[in-house]
């Protein structure tokens, strides 16, 4: 009796690349890459507001700006600029067309954005207002004394440089405010770093302190009379706005600098990290899931708070 044989065939390498397309699902996805930016300042004193390459060439942004103060940039890539002259808030395309965010706001002077896209704004007031993406305005704190600088650490706690009595506060989630630091003099600016640590501008001292998240206070820089703005690179360097121009400073504290031009700046902003976008593939072949990444390399475009006195900025 013969008996029938069993074979087991394996499709060609054009089948099997047919099934996979058939069965592949495409997935989006985005990685952030490490690159130059540029530098964003606000010049109060002759009411513009600067770009800086990575090598420092200067060139106009925005002008006819009324006493520009804080910037800002949201997570699209749009600039917010405080005008304390015309108690507005000011929005900025990436290519610079100007619309009025907010209007009716007290001398503003510090900006800064929380993980939600809602806007801080602080200034002569004494108030802190909240602005949500669409504009709707509530006031977040009240009773502060010439608050200036603003940053939000990793966890979504606002802090808050008040000027007149020379102390750091702190908000929490809730708007339940603390004294983070004190004996400080004049600080107009604070930044915080990927580790955590916060930077503050100490404008009439002309020093940079350090804060760890613990409060622990050290001299990261001085020497900058007049030391008014602070921002953060992707590469982690900080740029510090002064009198004298400004300056780069290294993770390690070595300082270089970046423009040597009296009075060209007050508040500093880079723009958001620009992700880079990839294709994900999902193919069940055989059983077995097997992931692919296309990386597609986009073109780029580059998009970054103010001292309280006016200065005379260079043209």
Known sequence: MNRGSVRTTMPC??????????VAMPLTAATSKTEAATLYASGTGNNKIYTFTPTGAMSTFASGVEEPFAIAFNSSGNLFVASELSDAIYEYSPTGVRSTFASGVQSPVGLAFDDHGDLFCDGGSGNIYKFTPTGSQSTFAS????????AFDSDGNLFVGCANVNTILEF???????TFASG???????????????FEADDNSGTIYKFTSSGVRSTFASGMLGVSGLAFDPSGNLFAAFDGGIDEI???????????S?????YLAFPPAVPEPSTCFL????????????????NRTARTCASRDSRHAAS
């Open 13 to 22: 390498p054009t089948v099997a690349l047919a099934l996979l397309l058939t």
């Open 143 to 150: 009773g502060l004394d010439a608050p200036e600088g603003m």
């Open 172 to 178: 929490n989630t809730a708007g339940v405010q603390s």
């Open 184 to 198: 400080l003099d004049f600080p107009s600016d604070l930044a915080f770093d990927s580790s955590g640590n916060l």
């Open 250 to 260: 290294s993770p390690t504290g070595t300082v270089t600098t970046f423009v040597n």
């Open 262 to 266: 009296e009075f060209v700046a007050d």
């Open 283 to 298: 193919a069940i072949v055989g059983g077995m899931a097997l992931f692919v990444m296309i990386h597609r390399r986009p």
